[in-house]
């Protein structure tokens, strides 16, 4: 069994968004994607920095690879099921009521041929099968605490508000309804946004030792017309949607920021090496991390310095992998190495970049 550490840095090319579930926070009307942070010990003083998240990297690494396998699959005329892009993209899916049980009990066996019919189930592990993962992924932390850059804030508006000429090549009559509705959407935002304020004026009166009663019914009432205004006016409108509508942004890594990485590959076969060498193959050809695609966010570069350990045995130096211009390239004199780097050219969607 092989054990290979990648100790390294991972450097942003591009500003790098990154947007997990619930980080978000609002800012008067708009609501503004939030990096994450984490406390991080420097000089004996603990300071907050953003980061890129583990799950963010191991996720990229794992989808792209499994698209790739469900892609040559299908040119094979062997297409996947649902179910088995899920095992291999995802870990397989558990039912919410199954997902809060654990019978402890393990088919060996199966785990075994599973781990070999699917190298990707392997790295990556298969909550749904109860296999452990062997690829093990860090989080992406700055040396030096990094503050985020704020991106994307504006106001959108229609376009005929910049560009009134443009109702020259208009309907008249449409153009008027138009109009007429957008202003009744914005109409009904505010309404419902002065809603919100009297709410919160009666939860904290409702705080205080000796609230004002009567000041809370009034607000109350105040509340409850404004919402039943906001409500009637988007009926007219013909919906919710209002084209004008303040954007919070997002933040984002900037542009030039270096972060230490590490990832470990731990008791694995020489064929699961050479697909993990597959699935970074794929995000060097991707290139990126994160979101904001269309605004060009996400571009990366990165240089790890190689240990492999083999049957226990102690760490020794094995050369470099480096991910850049779109391309893995390996420098290594280990024949190990360098046999399963070769090997994940050909894999399915593998491609033939890089040296060795």
């Known amino acids: 069994m092989l054990d290979l550490v990648m100790?390294?840095?991972?450097?942003?090319?591009?500003?790098?968004?990154?947007?997990?579930?619930?980080?978000?926070?609002?800012?008067?009307?708009?609501?503004?994607?939030?990096?994450?942070?984490?406390?991080?010990?420097?000089?004996?003083v603990s300071l907050e920095t953003a980061y890129i998240p583990a799950s963010s990297i191991r996720g990229a690494l794992r989808n792209g690879a499994g698209r790739a396998v469900a892609e040559a699959r299908m040119k094979r005329q062997s297409p996947m099921t649902p179910e088995d892009f899920l095992l291999v993209a995802k870990g397989g899916i558990m039912d919410r009521k199954q997902a809060g049980q654990d019978n402890r009990v393990v088919d060996w066996e199966a785990a075994e041929q599973l781990r070999h019919d699917e190298p990707l189930v392997s790295l990556f592990g298969a909550m749904s099968e109860k296999i452990v993962g062997r690829w093990q992924v860090a989080d992406a932390v700055p040396p030096e605490p990094a503050e985020p850059a704020r991106k994307g804030r504006s106001a959108r508006a229609h376009p005929f508000q910049r560009q009134p000429e443009l109702a020259g090549f208009m309907d008249s009559d449409s153009y008027r309804d138009f109009l007429e509705k957008?202003?009744?959407?914005?109409?009904?935002?505010?309404?419902?946004?002065?809603?919100?304020?009297?709410?919160?004026?009666?939860?904290?009166?409702?705080?205080?030792?000796?609230?004002?009663?009567?000041?809370?019914?009034?607000?109350?009432?105040?509340?409850?017309?404004?919402?039943?205004?906001?409500?009637?006016?988007?009926?007219?409108?013909?919906?919710?949607?209002?084209?004008?509508?303040?954007?919070?942004?997002?933040e984002?890594?900037?542009?030039?920021?270096?972060?230490?990485?590490?990832?470990?590959?731990?008791?694995?076969?020489?064929?699961?090496?050479?697909?993990?060498?597959?699935?970074?193959?794929?995000?060097?050809?991707?290139?990126r991390l994160g979101a904001h695609e269309s605004h060009g966010e996400g571009y990366f570069s990165a240089e790890y310095a190689l240990r492999l350990a083999r049957g226990g045995g102690g760490f020794e130096p094995a050369g470099t992998l480096r991910v850049?211009?779109?391309?893995?390239?390996?420098?290594?004199?280990?024949?190990?190495?360098?046999?399963?780097?070769?090997e994940s050219a050909s894999l399915p969607g593998g491609q033939p970049d890089g040296g060795a």
């Open 7 to 44: 100790d390294g840095e991972i450097t942003a090319e591009t500003d790098i968004s990154v947007s997990p579930p619930d980080h978000a926070r609002k800012d008067g009307r708009a609501t503004v994607q939030t990096l994450p942070r984490k406390r991080v010990w420097r000089g004996g």
């Open 252 to 287: 984002a890594i900037p542009e030039g920021t270096r972060m230490t990485h590490r990832m470990r590959l731990r008791d694995v076969t020489e064929d699961e090496l050479a697909w993990a060498f597959f699935a970074l193959r794929r995000l060097a050809r991707e290139g």
């Open 324 to 342: 850049a211009d779109f391309e893995l390239r390996l420098d290594s004199g280990d024949e190990t190495l360098r046999r399963a780097f070769a």
């Open 182 to 250: 957008d202003a009744k959407r914005v109409e009904a935002n505010n309404a419902e946004d002065e809603a919100e304020r009297l709410d919160g004026n009666v939860a904290r009166e409702q705080r205080r030792p000796e609230p004002d009663t009567a000041q809370i019914e009034r607000w109350r009432d105040e509340s409850k017309t404004l919402k039943e205004r906001a409500e009637a006016l988007r009926g007219e409108a013909g919906g919710v949607v209002n084209i004008q509508q303040p954007l919070g942004g997002w």
